[in-house]
């Protein structure tokens, strides 16, 4: 969609996240992005019918392929993340959904994280395979893993870091060198729980970031919607099969709301690293609490690599307590007074929420014996996963501890 995405990829990001994508409205001189929900556009002169006719094209005909309110969200997260083009969609599934089927067909071989958020977990172990979609899933963690999973048609090594819910984090930059190395054409970095202030995923050598737009960088639990982000020619393609075929297109109205959301995004990843810091340090000497996990935490077991690869440590974090889980979720779910208990995560606002080994093992993950206890040794039995918000430290803290 050559012509529509504006941006200095240049400046800093407090600055990207403010003006990349925006421009004084010509016919208004409206200072803010317009909410554009038009459907279809009128052109000047008769133009073709199909989506193909449009590229090239420097106008817009109809939002299922391109939209305004969508093409300025997207060049303001082509500028956060240092990426040529991005894609929209009407969620972070729908976002990953887009990429991986429209990269890889019948035959084709993906390789997963052996834990992931969930959702994608269940499409690999469910979906693709139905569509002729070898899968495997790895801990990626273990590089040789990796490396004995790549077969002659491995098409794309999946990436999570930090993972949902384990927290465990991979090596970007050495797992995307392994993985172009022996042939693998795409690496794709889900880097949904650093966002783009953290961690930039193609710097480090990936191909393609997915976020989900709900989390962090919306950033107020107010709008759904998901972003793939890359090389402009592979992101043409994509919108051509995804937009315009599978169709799960963000709603202008999201994208607004995510636009404004966005411009605060390097503050706000200030504030969550900040709070977090002192809850997770807090939990940690806390006598009910029996294990914690943040990467910004010197005792989490990647640390190192988190201070490599991540320049904020975000907001997210798991902790396990002595007392039965379920017992005190139910306390949470009562007592808490400013945390939310309920699912979702990067919110302004704290969330937590009892994720049951069981409960993730049966729905999604559904490890043999080694790998379930892979998965409890590192991510725990049974984890709180708490989203910190961008609320007095002080008071999360009075909140936790009356419950703990
Ligand atoms: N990726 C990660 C890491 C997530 O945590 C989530 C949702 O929690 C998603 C993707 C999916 O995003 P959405 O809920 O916007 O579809």
């Given at each position: 969609m050559a012509g529509r995405q504006k941006g200095?990829?240049?400046?800093?990001p407090e600055t990207a996240a403010v003006h990349a994508g925006e421009f004084v409205d010509p016919a208004t001189r409206a200072s803010s992005p317009n909410l554009v929900m038009s459907v279809t556009f009128a052109p000047e002169a008769v133009a073709g019918f199909s989506a193909r006719d449009e590229q090239g094209y420097d106008g817009y005909v109809y939002s299922r392929v391109a939209s305004p309110t969508v093409a300025q969200l997207e060049a303001k997260l082509a500028a956060l993340e240092g990426a040529e083009a991005a894609c929209c969609y009407a969620s972070g599934v729908a976002a990953a959904h887009a990429l991986i089927c429209g990269r890889l067909g019948r035959g084709d071989h993906v390789i997963l994280p052996d834990a992931n958020y969930v959702a994608i977990a269940e499409l690999a172990r469910d979906t693709l395979p139905r569509f002729g979609i070898e899968v495997s899933l790895v801990d990626l963690a273990n590089p040789d893993e990796v490396a004995s999973a790549i077969g002659p048609n491995t098409r794309m090594l999946w990436l999570e870091t930090?993972?949902?819910?384990?927290m465990k984090l991979c090596d970007i930059a050495l797992l995307a060198r392994l993985a172009h190395d022996r042939g693998v054409r795409d690496v794709a970095v889900d880097s949904t729980y650093a966002s783009p202030i953290a961690t930039k995923p193609l710097a480090l050598g990936a191909d393609f970031v997915v976020h989900s737009?709900?989390?962090?960088?919306?950033?107020?639990?107010?709008a759904m919607g998901g972003a793939v982000l890359g090389r402009k020619a592979e992101l043409d393609a994509l919108r051509l099969e995804?937009?315009?075929?599978?169709?799960g297109v963000l709603s202008p109205f999201n994208a607004w709301l995510i636009l404004r959301g966005a411009a605060t995004l390097p503050i706000r990843m200030r504030a969550h690293e900040d709070a977090a810091l002192q809850v997770a340090r807090f939990l940690e000497t806390h006598p009910a609490v029996s294990r914690v996990l943040y990467p910004?935490?010197?005792?989490?077991?990647q640390h190192e690599l988190a201070r490599r690869q991540m320049r904020n440590f975000s907001g997210m974090m798991t902790f396990q307590t002595k007392a039965a889980g379920p017992e005190v979720a139910a306390r949470m779910v009562k007592e808490l007074e400013i945390i939310h208990y309920a699912v979702s995560l990067g919110h302004h606002r704290s969330l937590i929420y009892w994720i049951g080994t069981e409960d993730i093992e049966a729905s999604s993950f559904r490890h043999d014996a080694e790998g379930r206890r892979r998965y409890r040794d590192y991510a725990g039995d049974g984890v709180f996963r708490l989203s910190v918000g961008i609320e007095s430290a002080d008071d999360l803290i009075a909140d936790l501890s009356r419950v703990l």
């Amino acid at each position: 969609m050559a012509g529509r995405q504006k941006g200095n990829r240049d400046w800093q990001p407090e600055t990207a996240a403010v003006h990349a994508g925006e421009f004084v409205d010509p016919a208004t001189r409206a200072s803010s992005p317009n909410l554009v929900m038009s459907v279809t556009f009128a052109p000047e002169a008769v133009a073709g019918f199909s989506a193909r006719d449009e590229q090239g094209y420097d106008g817009y005909v109809y939002s299922r392929v391109a939209s305004p309110t969508v093409a300025q969200l997207e060049a303001k997260l082509a500028a956060l993340e240092g990426a040529e083009a991005a894609c929209c969609y009407a969620s972070g599934v729908a976002a990953a959904h887009a990429l991986i089927c429209g990269r890889l067909g019948r035959g084709d071989h993906v390789i997963l994280p052996d834990a992931n958020y969930v959702a994608i977990a269940e499409l690999a172990r469910d979906t693709l395979p139905r569509f002729g979609i070898e899968v495997s899933l790895v801990d990626l963690a273990n590089p040789d893993e990796v490396a004995s999973a790549i077969g002659p048609n491995t098409r794309m090594l999946w990436l999570e870091t930090p993972a949902n819910p384990t927290m465990k984090l991979c090596d970007i930059a050495l797992l995307a060198r392994l993985a172009h190395d022996r042939g693998v054409r795409d690496v794709a970095v889900d880097s949904t729980y650093a966002s783009p202030i953290a961690t930039k995923p193609l710097a480090l050598g990936a191909d393609f970031v997915v976020h989900s737009l709900t989390k962090y960088i919306g950033g107020h639990g107010d709008a759904m919607g998901g972003a793939v982000l890359g090389r402009k020619a592979e992101l043409d393609a994509l919108r051509l099969e995804a937009n315009v075929h599978f169709g799960g297109v963000l709603s202008p109205f999201n994208a607004w709301l995510i636009l404004r959301g966005a411009a605060t995004l390097p503050i706000r990843m200030r504030a969550h690293e900040d709070a977090a810091l002192q809850v997770a340090r807090f939990l940690e000497t806390h006598p009910a609490v029996s294990r914690v996990l943040y990467p910004g935490l010197s005792s989490h077991p990647q640390h190192e690599l988190a201070r490599r690869q991540m320049r904020n440590f975000s907001g997210m974090m798991t902790f396990q307590t002595k007392a039965a889980g379920p017992e005190v979720a139910a306390r949470m779910v009562k007592e808490l007074e400013i945390i939310h208990y309920a699912v979702s995560l990067g919110h302004h606002r704290s969330l937590i929420y009892w994720i049951g080994t069981e409960d993730i093992e049966a729905s999604s993950f559904r490890h043999d014996a080694e790998g379930r206890r892979r998965y409890r040794d590192y991510a725990g039995d049974g984890v709180f996963r708490l989203s910190v918000g961008i609320e007095s430290a002080d008071d999360l803290i009075a909140d936790l501890s009356r419950v703990l």
